[in-house]
């Protein structure tokens, strides 16, 4: 069985910077990609950011390239989301999923975790 949990959220100001982390169960890192979404108050939830555990290549939605950071720390089975620039439009909450290589779908998630910036 899959569990992830997120933490590391909170209330920061613009321009500041959080590291969101996702501890993960039942999952072996090199054959599954760990990914990071959010969702807006009232809007869809987007995608934000993926590494795979086998190759250990992020890459990231164009609205937070150059400002987040995606990792993979294998021995303690955790990701992390470092996110610097923060603006208030990055503020949603914030999950983790994952999938194993050659599915599309995400189909575990995390809890979540929400990050709220003001102006």
């Known amino acids: 069985q899959v569990q992830l949990v997120e933490s590391g959220g909170g209330l920061v100001q613009a321009g500041g910077s959080l590291r969101l982390s996702c501890t993960a169960s039942?999952?072996?890192?090199?054959?599954?990609?760990m990914g990071w979404f959010r969702q807006g108050p009232g809007k869809e939830r987007e995608f934000v950011a993926a590494?795979?555990?086998?190759?250990?290549?992020?890459y990231y939605a164009d609205s937070v390239k150059g400002r987040f950071t995606m990792s993979m720390a294998n021995a303690k089975n955790t990701v992390y989301l470092q996110m610097s620039s923060l603006q208030p439009e990055d503020t949603a909450v914030y999950f983790c999923?994952?999938?194993?290589?050659?599915?599309?779908?995400?189909?575990?998630w995390g809890q979540g975790t929400q990050v709220t910036v003001s102006s």
């Open positions: 039942g999952v072996t890192f090199a054959n599954w990609v």
């Open positions: 590494i795979s555990g086998g190759h250990s290549i992020p």
């Open positions: 999923g994952a999938r194993p290589h050659g599915q599309v779908e995400y189909d575990d």
